[in-house]
């Protein structure tokens, strides 16, 4: 089985621009979770969402960014008018969902705002 | 404030020696996750512990799981140059919610 697949790995992006992060899950995961780590500060979780719906976004800025899981396709993370405070590698994890199961992690999108 | 704290933050050591990275907080968890990262990549699961007082061992490699479930460790036997890399201990305050990270200890074994 295919494992978390996010794309792109790097993205750079100027400042003002927009930035896409997919991440389709391990098959039959329903839910997955965002995390940004950046340098000396581990991972922070961001959002976490299951299939059309969003069930915690308590760890993402209110402003510019947004997350979708929708019934098909991927999980997009946007980000909108980046800024370079956002350059940081953004984790996507996913799980089927039920009691103990770990989260099993993608290699992540490097994302580099010029 | 950083829920769960691990230490040490940097560890290098000689080949063929033990050493012990700890994981603490002051709240309980139901379940803890160790993982390993290397530069790069994402994160690794190398295993979950549920039950307080809880001991895995994989190879090398043991995890335990403190009798409260506040807090864990990880001991390595004989550490190798492959075991160098970046270990990670996540916690889930309740099942199938966010993982709360530590910061990580970046482990470094030479030979």
């Known amino acids: 089985n295919a494992g978390v697949m996010q794309n792109p790995r790097h993205l750079v992006r100027r400042r003002g621009q927009e930035a896409r992060l997919r991440c389709s899950p391990v098959?039959?995961?329903?839910?997955v979770y965002w995390y940004r780590q950046l340098p000396e500060e581990g991972l922070k979780f961001m959002v976490y969402?299951?299939?059309?719906?969003?069930?915690?976004e308590s760890g993402m800025p209110k402003e510019r960014f947004s997350a979708e899981f929708p019934k098909e396709g991927p999980s997009i993370l946007r980000i909108q008018q980046v800024v370079r405070g956002d350059s940081a590698a953004y984790f996507c994890?996913?799980?089927?969902?039920?009691?103990?199961?770990?989260?099993?992690f993608g290699d992540g999108t490097r994302l580099s705002i010029l | 404030t950083q829920l769960l704290e691990q230490s040490p933050q940097f560890l290098s050591i000689q080949e063929g020696e033990n050493l012990t990275v700890y994981c603490n907080s002051s709240?309980?968890?139901?379940?803890l996750q160790w993982y390993r990262q290397e530069p790069g990549e994402g994160p690794v699961l190398l295993v979950t512990v549920v039950t307080g007082g809880e001991v895995k061992k994989l190879k090398r490699l043991t995890f335990q799981f403190g009798d409260a479930r506040k807090d864990s460790s990880l001991h390595i036997t004989a550490a190798q140059p492959g075991d160098t890399g970046l270990y990670l201990c996540?916690?889930?305050?309740?099942?199938?919610?966010?993982?709360?990270f530590g910061k990580g200890t970046t482990l470094s074994v030479s030979s």
């Open positions: 098959k039959g995961h329903s839910h």
């Open positions: 994890a996913s799980s089927p969902g039920a009691h103990f199961q770990p989260q099993h």
């Open positions: 969402l299951q299939k059309e719906n969003i069930i915690d």
């Open positions: 709240s309980v968890f139901s379940s």
């Open positions: 996540a916690g889930e305050r309740q099942a199938g919610t966010a993982l709360i």
